[in-house]
């Protein structure tokens, strides 16, 4: 196993890596729209949140070797079931293979955010 380090997301908050390469396959831990420059989160609408959740989970995939487009599940958490359709909106075009996936309603999430989402790759040889 191999553990994926970059500046270009988030860095872990806790005794966790932001990701962990195995084989082929790449598995992202869940990342919150947090800004890594700066550490705050990024704005307070569920599209601004989003939109950041998923540039962090592309950093970490490129630092793997992967991309967007090699994702095949997605697990995605909301702090309100609610912004499902407005998540979907910035959602879909970042994951335009349109991977598996789950979406769940959450009690919290960390820092207070309004969603998380992880992502299981593969890469090439």
């Known amino acids: 196993m191999e553990k994926i380090v970059t500046n270009n997301a988030p860095a872990a908050i806790g005794p966790y890596s932001?990701?962990?390469i195995l084989g082929n396959l790449v598995f992202s831990s869940g990342q919150i729209p947090?800004?890594?420059a700066t550490g705050e989160v990024a704005g307070p609408?569920?599209?601004e949140q989003t939109e950041q959740s998923c540039k962090n989970v592309a950093a970490?995939?490129?630092?793997a070797?992967?991309?967007m487009e090699k994702v095949?599940?997605?697990t995605c958490f909301l702090a309100d079931?609610?912004?499902?359709p407005r998540f979907n909106g910035v959602y879909e075009k970042y994951f335009v293979s349109?991977?598996?996936r789950s979406c769940v309603a959450v009690k919290d999430l960390p820092k207070g955010v309004l969603c998380e989402i992880e992502a299981l790759a593969y890469r090439e040889d």
């Open 18 to 20: 932001q990701g962990m």
């Open 34 to 36: 947090v800004v890594p």
């Open 45 to 47: 609408s569920i599209e």
């Open 60 to 63: 970490v995939l490129e630092a």
């Open 65 to 67: 070797g992967s991309s």
């Open 72 to 74: 095949v599940k997605t």
């Open 81 to 84: 079931i609610a912004d499902f």
């Open 98 to 100: 349109r991977p598996a």
